[in-house]
């Protein structure tokens, strides 16, 4: 069983910074790429920034100089430092992992998302 832990979020001013923080937790697996997805209210969720199992990161162009995303291998976590936030940054935040599994095969898995609220 594979769970997606997400924490960091919440309220701030416009201009300022926040560090989300996603552990993944369980085994038989291995990382291909983990990430963040974000959706605002009546909007698709989008992706915000991943980075891959070889360390290649892609960013969202409206976070794309704002967001760093990093990750910690041994504890199997991911962080996304944001800064200069915006308003229109306000979303749930949803951490992802594409897994490839021992037993086989690549699986996306979610987190439950953690809001952040960019007040102006």
């Known amino acids: 069983q594979v769970q997606l832990v997400e924490s960091g979020g919440g309220l701030v001013q416009a201009g300022g910074s926040l560090r989300l923080s996603c552990a993944a937790s369980?085994?038989?697996?291995?990382?291909?790429?983990m990430g963040w997805y974000r959706q605002a209210p009546g909007k698709q969720r989008d992706l915000v920034a991943r980075?891959?199992?070889?360390?290649?990161?892609t960013y969202a162009d409206s976070v794309k100089g704002r967001s760093t995303i990093s990750r910690d291998n041994a504890k199997i976590t991911v962080y996304l430092q944001m800064d200069s936030l915006k308003p229109e940054d306000t979303a749930v935040y949803y951490c992802?992992?594409?897994?490839?599994?021992?037993?086989?095969?690549?699986?996306?898995?979610w987190g439950r998302g953690t809001q952040v609220t960019v007040s102006s």
């Open positions: 980075i891959t199992s070889g360390g290649t990161t």
């Open positions: 992802y992992a594409l897994l490839r599994l021992s037993l086989g095969g690549l699986n996306v898995y």
């Open positions: 369980g085994s038989g697996f291995s990382i291909n790429a």
